[in-house]
Structures are given as structure tokens and as C-alpha cells.
């Protein structure tokens, strides 16, 4: 059974920056590209940053491109998402995101199959 961990999150300034993680367990990580996503109040989940297997390759939505920084330490089977310069609109519940296809490249929540439970990021103005 693939488990996935979040941690990280808090209450921060405006200008201010957060580090998530994911740790996930039943399986190597290694083998699967990860995702963040976030869901505001009111609004659809959507999504944030993926990184492949090795991590040599990531994407990231426009919205925080130059600001967050996705990554991954494979000794550890966790991902990291960096979030520097948060702005209020970033407020929301951040999860991390799997799946069992080892070459997914989607941005659509409906094909990611393993979910954490979610950690809370507030930036306050």
C-alpha cells in the first residue's frame, strides 16, 4: 500500500518561504515521477510542480514558476517543495501526488491514483 506524507506547512508573511516534504512509503519512489497540487478555499485542486523519476527533469505551473522549486532525495523516498516569495494567493492545502504509471507527465488530478493527506500553507498580507 503506497502512503504519501505531508509535512512543512505553517503560516507565513507575505515575502516569506516554506519548504514541503513528502515522504512516501511501499514502494521506491525512485521509480515514480511526484507531483504537488493545492486546493484553495472555494476552489479546484490544482496543480503545482511535478519532477520525474530522477529528478532531472521538473515542471511547474505558471503561477509559481521562478518561485517554487519541487525536488527529491531518493535515499529517503521524499520530495521537497521549496516556496520562497509566497504571495497570499498561495494559501491553501498542499498535496503530493502519485501515481503507478512511471512515465506520467499529467497536470490533471483525476490521473494521479496515490494522494497524501494534505498540509495547510497561509500567507498572510
Known amino acids: 500500500q503506497v502512503q504519501l506524507v505531508e509535512s512543512g506547512g505553517g503560516l507565513v508573511q507575505a515575502g516569506g518561504s516554506l519548504r514541503l516534504a513528502c515522504a512516501a512509503s511501499?514502494?521506491?519512489?525512485?521509480?515514480?515521477?511526484m507531483a504537488w497540487f493545492r486546493q484553495a478555499p472555494g476552489k479546484e485542486r490544482e496543480f503545482v510542480a511535478r519532477?520525474?523519476?530522477?529528478?532531472?527533469?521538473?515542471y511547474y505551473a505558471d503561477s509559481v514558476k521562478g518561485r517554487f522549486t519541487i525536488s527529491r532525495d531518493n535515499t529517503k523516498n521524499t520530495v521537497y517543495l521549496q516556496m520562497n516569495n509566497l504571495k497570499p494567493e498561495d494559501t491553501a492545502v498542499y498535496y503530493c501526488?502519485?501515481?503507478?504509471?512511471?512515465?506520467?507527465?499529467?497536470?490533471?488530478?483525476?490521473?494521479?491514483?496515490?494522494w497524501g493527506q494534505g498540509t495547510q500553507v497561509t500567507v498572510s498580507s
Open positions: 511501499g514502494r521506491t519512489s525512485s521509480n515514480y515521477p
Open positions: 501526488a502519485s501515481d503507478n504509471n512511471p512515465y506520467i507527465t499529467s497536470t490533471l488530478q483525476s490521473d494521479y491514483n496515490y
Open positions: 519532477i520525474t523519476r530522477s529528478g532531472g527533469t521538473t
